[in-house]
Every structure is written in structure tokens, then in C-alpha cells.
């Protein structure tokens, strides 16, 4: 009887401490909540101009298929839209986005209206898509693809040209604000060679494709530009959490404060 009583004593004990563990412990992207931090904009910031770059949407390139079978085209163009009004909402910007509605628009004529307004940043808006990819219903009689192996944001910059520094900062300043607010920053493991991971800010990484194959929107734009993927389409739980409103609001404010950081010139912090 008493073996049965320290036993439960011990078990008790045990369950307890574990309770408390797993309280204290902040559960990780894509299970952890996110933290809505605003944008610290300093004195004299004025008005900044901000294209925002659906991705994809371009003739014959619609992007990836998320693990719902969602074009990656219409997941960009509704978060660049929502994200548009929230900048604007902050006094703080003037935004154009590169693409509406169902219109296709090749790239160049993107970088041309952005060079011609002129925008003091170009934000290209996407997701990834990683891991090895296997079939699943999300619901009956439909099959997508999905993974659950690499999840998180990347930021993709490159270090082509006298414009570099200031892409580097801007890409910093989006990792750091996008890992302060609880998104997840990828590690990089299914970039091999293509991209190099940066040493000062996780999830920011500098294009190494061969000099022809550089991703265009990284180096062209006369200003800082940099793509944002924001999660890994084929992961079902990062797609859904980026259908919740609550993400995409917290991804606004982050943006809000890379950006005040960032064409502030002040380091991410
Ligand atoms: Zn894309």
C-alpha cells in the first residue's frame, strides 16, 4: 500500500514538473502564437515609397502549389493587398503593387515602374517550397503534395553590384524582425549551393545561382530589393497558420518595423 502511494506520489511529481516544463517552454513555429510587435519609426521618417511584388502572376508562371493545391500567385497577391493597406494605414508609406486582380505582368515592366516612380525599397512576396513532397488528401477526393520537413521564412538578397550594402541591410532587418515576432527562420539545408546562408541573421541568405541564372528582382531594381519567402508552401500547418489573420497581421508589423529600421539606416537590433 505504501509502495502504491510513493509511487503515486512520484508519478504526481513527475507530471507536475512536466506540466510546468512544457508551460515555460514556448512552443516553436508553426504550433507557437506570435508576438505583435509595432514599428518604432524615429523623427524626420516621413513618407517612404514601397512597391510590393506579388510573386508570380507573370505570363506562364502561376508559382508553386501549396499543400492545398493553392497557386502561390493568389496566396501573394491577397497578402501584398492586406499588407498595402497596413502600410499605408501608419502615415508612413506610399505603396504600389506590381500586379492587380487577374492581370499578368512580366517582371522587367515591374522593375521599370518601380525605377520610373521611383520606390525607395521593392519587396517581392512569396513562398518556398521544400522538402520531399507526398501525396495527401486534404479533404475527400482531392490529392496536393505536402512536407513537413522544412518550414520558416527565408530572405533572399544578393550582393551583385554598388547596391549590395543596402540590400544586405534591409534583409537583415527582415530576419530579425520577422524571428523577433515568433516566425520560425529556415535553416537552409535544401538551398545547397543556390543560396549561402549569412553569418550575423538567420533565415537571411545571398544568391550564389551561376552570374546567369541570378534571380532577376534581387539585383536589377535601382533600389534595395529583396524576396521575402515567407513559409514553406508544401508544409499544410505553415499554409494554414498564413490563412489565419493573426499571422498575416503580425507579418505586417514586422514588415513595419524592418522597414522603419532599415531605410532609417540604423542596424537591426
Ligand atoms: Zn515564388
Given at each position: 500500500?505504501?509502495?502504491?502511494a510513493?509511487?503515486?506520489?512520484?508519478?504526481?511529481?513527475?507530471?507536475?514538473?512536466w506540466?510546468?516544463?512544457?508551460?515555460?517552454?514556448?512552443?516553436?513555429?508553426?504550433?507557437?502564437?506570435?508576438?505583435a510587435?509595432?514599428?518604432?519609426?524615429?523623427?524626420?521618417?516621413?513618407?517612404?515609397?514601397?512597391?510590393?511584388?506579388?510573386?508570380?502572376g507573370?505570363?506562364?508562371?502561376?508559382?508553386?502549389?501549396?499543400?492545398?493545391?493553392?497557386?502561390?500567385?493568389?496566396?501573394?497577391?491577397?497578402?501584398?493587398?492586406?499588407?498595402?493597406?497596413?502600410?499605408?494605414?501608419?502615415?508612413?508609406?506610399?505603396?504600389?503593387?506590381?500586379?492587380?486582380?487577374?492581370?499578368?505582368?512580366?517582371?522587367?515592366?515591374?522593375?521599370?515602374?518601380?525605377?520610373?516612380?521611383?520606390?525607395?525599397?521593392?519587396?517581392?512576396?512569396?513562398?518556398?517550397?521544400?522538402?520531399?513532397?507526398?501525396?495527401?488528401?486534404p479533404?475527400?477526393?482531392?490529392?496536393?503534395?505536402?512536407?513537413?520537413?522544412?518550414?520558416?521564412?527565408?530572405?533572399?538578397?544578393?550582393?551583385?553590384?554598388?547596391?549590395?550594402?543596402?540590400?544586405?541591410?534591409?534583409?537583415?532587418?527582415?530576419?530579425?524582425?520577422?524571428?523577433?515576432?515568433?516566425?520560425?527562420?529556415?535553416a537552409?539545408?535544401?538551398?545547397?549551393?543556390?543560396?549561402?546562408?549569412?553569418?550575423?541573421?538567420?533565415?537571411?541568405?545571398?544568391?550564389?545561382?551561376?552570374?546567369?541564372?541570378?534571380?532577376?528582382?534581387?539585383?536589377?531594381?535601382?533600389?534595395?530589393?529583396?524576396?521575402?519567402e515567407?513559409?514553406?508552401?508544401?508544409?499544410?500547418?505553415?499554409?494554414q497558420?498564413?490563412?489565419?489573420?493573426?499571422?498575416?497581421?503580425?507579418?505586417?508589423?514586422?514588415?513595419?518595423?524592418?522597414?522603419?529600421?532599415?531605410?532609417?539606416?540604423?542596424?537591426?537590433?
Amino acid at each position: 500500500m505504501r509502495k502504491i502511494a510513493a509511487f503515486g506520489l512520484v508519478a504526481g511529481l513527475v507530471l507536475s514538473s512536466w506540466a510546468i516544463a512544457r508551460a515555460l517552454t514556448p512552443a516553436v513555429w508553426p504550433e507557437a502564437r506570435l508576438r505583435a510587435l509595432p514599428g518604432d519609426f524615429p523623427p524626420g521618417f516621413g513618407v517612404r515609397r514601397v512597391v510590393l511584388d506579388p510573386g508570380h502572376g507573370a505570363p506562364g508562371n502561376s508559382g508553386n502549389k501549396n499543400a492545398f493545391c493553392r497557386d502561390e500567385q493568389s496566396f501573394t497577391l491577397e497578402l501584398a493587398e492586406e499588407l498595402a493597406s497596413a502600410l499605408a494605414q501608419t502615415g508612413h508609406f506610399e505603396v504600389k503593387l506590381t500586379r492587380r486582380g487577374s492581370e499578368l505582368t512580366p517582371y522587367a515592366e515591374r522593375i521599370r515602374s518601380a525605377d520610373a516612380w521611383p520606390a525607395d525599397v521593392f519587396l517581392s512576396l512569396h513562398s518556398d517550397v521544400r522538402g520531399k513532397a507526398e501525396p495527401w488528401q486534404p479533404e475527400p477526393n482531392v490529392t496536393c503534395t505536402r512536407s513537413r520537413a522544412a518550414p520558416g521564412f527565408s530572405i533572399l538578397w544578393s550582393d551583385q553590384g554598388d547596391r549590395a550594402a543596402a540590400r544586405l541591410g534591409m534583409a537583415r532587418a527582415f530576419g530579425h524582425a520577422l524571428e523577433a515576432a515568433g516566425f520560425l527562420p529556415y535553416a537552409g539545408a535544401d538551398y545547397h549551393a543556390a543560396y549561402a546562408p549569412d553569418d550575423a541573421q538567420r533565415g537571411v541568405f545571398v544568391d550564389r545561382h551561376a552570374p546567369s541564372e541570378r534571380i532577376f528582382v534581387l539585383w536589377r531594381p535601382a533600389m534595395p530589393s529583396i524576396i521575402v519567402e515567407t513559409h514553406n508552401a508544401l508544409d499544410d500547418r505553415e499554409a494554414q497558420r498564413w490563412n489565419e489573420r493573426e499571422t498575416r497581421a503580425a507579418f505586417a508589423l514586422a514588415v513595419q518595423r524592418a522597414l522603419a529600421q532599415a531605410l532609417d539606416g540604423r542596424p537591426a537590433q
